[in-house]
């Protein structure tokens, strides 16, 4: 089992930035992807990036390009996500999550979810 923790939610002014960080414990080298998603609230969970366990490898959902950059560091099972130029439409409830398979890295098709984090960004 894998256990993934979130941290680095809050309440940003439009424009500003936050450092999401989930910290994941257990069969860690069993994830290879690492992904971060989100929901607002009365709407369906959404894809926002991946990486792959090479770290070579990054997805992003287009409306978050150029201004989230997804990283990790396998040596202390660590995934962040730092969020620039943040939008209004960006709050949401910020999830972490881990996939087993190496395929279709933009699916909600996850094994493994953390508790989630609130990002609210206000006008």
């Known amino acids: 089992q894998v256990q993934l923790v979130e941290s680095g939610g809050g309440l940003v002014q439009a424009g500003g930035s936050l450092r999401l960080s989930c910290a994941a414990s257990g069969r860690t080298y069993s994830m290879y992807y690492m992904g971060w998603f989100r929901q607002a609230p009365g709407k369906e969970r959404e894809f926002v990036a991946s990486?792959?366990?090479?770290?070579?490898?990054?997805y992003y959902r287009d409306s978050v390009k150029g201004r989230f950059t997804i990283s990790r560091d396998n040596a202390k099972n660590t995934v962040t996500l730092q969020m620039n130029s943040l939008k209004p439409e960006d709050t949401a409830v910020y999830y972490c999550a881990g996939r087993r398979s190496p395929v279709i890295p933009m699916s909600l098709e996850y094994d493994y979810w953390g508790q989630g984090t609130q990002v609210t960004v206000s006008t």
């Open positions: 990486i792959a366990k090479n770290v070579d490898n990054t």
